[in-house]
T-cell receptor
Framework: GAVVSQHPSRVICKSGTSVKIECRSL??????MFWYRQFPKQSLMLMAT?????????EQGVEKDKFLINHASLTLSTLTVTSAHPEDSSFYIC???????????FGPGTRLLVL | AQTVTQSQPEMSVQEAETVTLSCTYD???????LFWYKQPPSRQMILVIR??????QNATENRFSVNFQKAAKSFSLKISDSQLGDAAMYFC?????????FGGGTRLMVKP
């Protein structure tokens, strides 16, 4: 099956700093990547959709200036949490797909803790 | 808007027995895809099975099979010969365009 990696797996940072999370499709070209946030014991909440070479589309309620997404190539998307605050602490998961209506394959997730 | 409902927050099954997880969805589309994903304690989302709505035949993957009832908008997952490693959160998901809509999840516990 398709493999998606995510780095780092866990990060602890101080309030006010920025954190970058990378998502890579290792064995396929991902035309679209997605970023999700998951709170404990809840389902995944879509934050944004990014297509290679174009601006990300953010879901309602997600601050685009706080969660910067870059999809510079067909195998890499990054999520930068700017000026992180404790309420940004969460589990962030990316997924990638090779085409519309194709299966989304998920990265292993990043646990962010903001102190 | 599409919605996906998993009415069973928790389910329990004895090892080697069979369990069925329920999922219903609401859509006005005729062409779409349905998925079951498993999320074990590691929190890695793993694809279990996929069903194309235009296919009448129910998808199967080894011990996992679905009962897809398009008219009823129902998409249940059957796990046969349950194993301890099947213990996880299971999410039903719908895709009619490029976006997945997830259900709230069902936590499956497997008793030895």
């Amino acid at each position: 099956g398709a493999v998606v990696s995510q780095h780092p797996s866990r990060v602890i940072c101080k309030s006010g700093t920025s954190v970058k999370i990378e998502c890579r499709s290792l064995d396929f070209q991902a035309t679209t990547m997605f970023w999700y946030r998951q709170f404990p014991k809840q389902s995944l909440m879509l934050m944004a959709t990014s297509n290679e070479g174009s601006k990300a589309t953010y879901e309602q309620g997600v601050e685009k200036d706080k969660f910067l997404i870059n999809h510079a190539s067909l195998t890499l998307s990054t999520l930068t949490v700017t000026s992180a605050h404790p309420e940004d602490s969460s589990f962030y998961i990316c997924s990638a797909t090779s085409g519309s209506r194709e299966t989304q394959y998920f990265g292993p997730g990043t646990r962010l803790l903001v102190l | 808007a599409q919605t996906v409902t998993q009415s069973q927050p928790e389910m329990s099954v004895q090892e080697a027995e069979t369990v069925t997880l329920s999922c219903t969805y609401d859509t006005s589309e005729s062409d779409y895809y349905l998925f079951w994903y498993k999320q074990p304690p590691s929190r890695q989302m793993i694809l279990v099975i996929r069903q194309e709505a235009y296919k009448q035949q129910n998808a199967t993957e080894n011990r996992f099979s679905v009962n897809f009832q398009k008219a009823a908008k129902s998409f249940s997952l059957k796990i046969s010969d349950s194993q301890l490693g099947d213990a996880a959160m299971y999410f039903c998901a719908y895709n009619a365009g490029n976006m997945l809509t997830f259900g709230g999840g069902t936590r499956l516990m497997v008793k030895p």
